[in-house]
């Protein structure tokens, strides 16, 4: 009933976006009163579709697939009230709701947001997938930073400055359950400060998963470089497990991206990217079948190099990558599926 519910109420506010849009035939007018929408309260949409083809280089085996199919609608209803939604129709193959929330601005630069949506954690994980620099996330992003839920959140900007600091509560359970019971919920805040091209950001997440295993602090710190070439960033994150039941984890990425403009019909900038990233030893926080925490995400670094051909018009952006991404693993361990292996990857990413 929810999924049809949200698709009914994108198509109504495509309808209301046309008739806003559209002027009245002149022959009509006399007859037919026409409702002018204010263009402040006509809504906006966003897709982004990434496809990819890896071919891993030790296992042999490849695979096409569609890893995002996403579409978003936002907007304001009042002067001081706005929505956003955001479906992902092929999620790896899957419908997902990702993002369901009203954001409300009582006074100037104080925002408070209730719904489903990212919990503020990480710079990476934060970026959506149209705005990534390589074809997979970072591990930190991905197995620390990754996550969304059910709560409210505020965020504030202090007056005549760039700082901006924003916190919330989120439910403990899975975000797509939003009718079960916490006996602990999860807590982030992060803030950052935009000096020149520069962009620093402090965060700390606390959360106990499922509800009912061991509960985990993150601090995460990262430094942004970014202008019309340039874009360069590092990122580190502190995992500890409460009651010493697991060794402190960390994750970390570095990562560059050089691009500049050329002349054709089909591609106007070209990009090479390089990053580091990795992870040491880390759990899920949910105790196993003995009670205590393992190791589901094995330590090893990532050294992945890569270009990109793009097209980008206004909000336009479409982008063909390539990506060779080659893994070292600790104490011996191999990479529990060709996903987490070295891989060649080929990514079409279209963002409108």
């Not at 929810?2 to 806003?20: D, E, G, M, P, Q």
């Not at 942004?224 to 360069?232: H, L, Q």
């Not at 079948?289 to 890569?306: Q, S």
């Amino acid at each position: 009933m929810f999924r049809k519910a949200v698709f009914i109420t994108l198509a109504l506010f495509s309808t209301i976006a046309i008739n806003a849009a559209e002027p009245a035939d002149s022959a009509a007018t006399a007859t037919t009163k026409t409702i002018t929408i204010p263009s402040q309260y006509v809504p906006t949409f966003h897709g982004t579709f990434r496809g990819f083809f890896e071919q891993s280089t030790t296992g042999g085996g490849s695979r096409f697939m569609v890893r995002n199919a996403r579409f978003s609608a936002q907007g304001k209803v009042l002067p001081i009230a706005e929505y956003f939604f955001q479906l992902d129709l092929c999620d790896k193959g899957k419908l997902t709701i990702l993002d369901a929330y009203v954001g409300v601005t009582p006074f100037k630069n104080f925002k408070v947001i209730a719904g489903q949506g990212r919990v503020p954690f990480s710079i990476g994980a934060s970026r959506v997938p149209a705005h990534y620099h390589f074809a997979n996330r970072p591990s930190v992003c991905k197995m620390f930073g990754n996550l969304r839920n059910v709560g409210v959140k505020v965020g504030y900007t202090i007056p005549k400055t760039n700082l901006y600091i924003e916190g919330g509560a989120f439910n403990g359970t899975n975000m797509t359950d939003h009718t079960g019971w916490n006996r602990s919920l999860t807590y982030a805040v992060k803030t950052n400060y935009k000096v020149g091209d520069f962009l620093p950001q402090l965060c700390f997440m606390s959360r106990l998963p499922g509800g009912d295993g061991v509960r985990i602090n993150q601090a995460d710190a990262s430094l942004t470089f970014e202008n019309s070439a340039w874009f360069i960033e590092a990122e580190y994150c502190y995992r500890t497990y409460t009651g010493n039941s697991f060794k402190a984890s960390h994750g970390y990425n570095f990562e560059i991206d050089y691009g500049f403009p050329v002349k054709s019909k089909i591609v106007n900038r070209w990009s090479f990217q390089g990053r580091f990233d990795g992870i040491t030893d880390a759990s899920n926080g949910l105790r196993g079948p003995e009670g205590v925490l393992v190791d589901n995400y094995y330590a090893h670094n990532r050294v992945t190099i890569g270009t990109t051909a793009s097209y980008v018009k206004g909000r336009l952006h479409c982008d063909l990558r390539l990506n060779y991404e080659q893994y070292f693993y600790s104490h011996g361990r191999k990479a529990s599926s060709p996903s987490d292996d070295n891989k060649l990857v080929t990514a079409l990413v279209l963002y409108f």
